[in-house]
């Protein structure tokens, strides 16, 4: 009985590290850059503009990422709430203009480079179950057999998102950090924003452009 505790825990443990995995994060930062001889910060207003076509998905996108910065001493500040139509997006006055309406230090300008999809071959696979033969004394365990589970491959469909992030000095307007992620396979659009904006914060607090 003592062997088969010690099993049934292992197969237990096992089922809940796949579950973990499965619930881990599907965005990475693939990479980033911060400029070394910026010395202006750390910023506590940030004015957030997505290019993304789709004007539902843009302000989203901006709501979501507001949202996710704002905390203790920084301020985020959804673009969509001082542009109001999305082409103009594409001028700088328009940009300008906002920038100053919000009092913003920074503005953070996210770009949608990518939404791809990619099959994928998954092979067959073949698992093994072990069952106990009929003796359950001390040494029943040696009796045991394996059941084999035959588990057919298929074809699936892999959804890669990538998104580009820029930050910029509003007084300077150079850019003093970068950054691209990309999303694998995300289970929502709300999904890929909250993990793309943790990733940014994080870097840009090393970077030490946020407090």
């Known amino acids: 009985m003592k062997i088969q505790k010690i099993m049934f825990n292992a197969m237990l443990t ?49 709501q979501t990422f507001t949202e996710r910065i704002t905390r203790n001493e920084v301020t985020g500040i959804a673009g969509n709430t001082l542009i109001e139509n999305d082409e103009d997006y594409g001028s700088k006055p328009k940009i300008l203009e906002a920038v100053k309406k ?20 998954v092979p067959g696979r073949v698992d093994y179950m072990p069952t106990f033969g009929p003796g359950y004394g001390y ?16 074809i699936t469909e ?10 910029y000095d509003s007084k300077t307007e150079k850019m003093v950090w970068a950054g691209g992620t990309r999303s694998f396979n995300p289970g929502s659009a709300k999904k890929v924003v909250t993990e793309n904006a943790d990733l940014i914060v994080s870097s840009m607090e090393k970077a030490g452009l946020l407090p």
């Open 158 to 167: 892999d959804t890669i998102v990538k998104l580009e992030t820029t930050v």
């Open 14 to 62: 096992t089922v809940l590290i796949f579950g973990i995995m499965a619930c881990a994060s599907s965005t990475k930062l693939v990479n980033d850059w911060s400029d070394p001889a910026f010395k202006g910060g750390p910023f506590k207003r940030i004015l957030i503009l997505a290019v993304i076509k789709d004007d539902i998905q843009r302000r989203a996108y901006e």
């Open 102 to 121: 919000s009092g913003a230090d920074a503005v953070l300008l996210a770009h949608l480079i990518s939404v791809k999809k990619k099959e994928r071959e």
């Open 139 to 154: 040494y029943g365990y040696y009796g045991r057999a394996y059941d084999t589970i035959y588990t057919p491959g298929y």
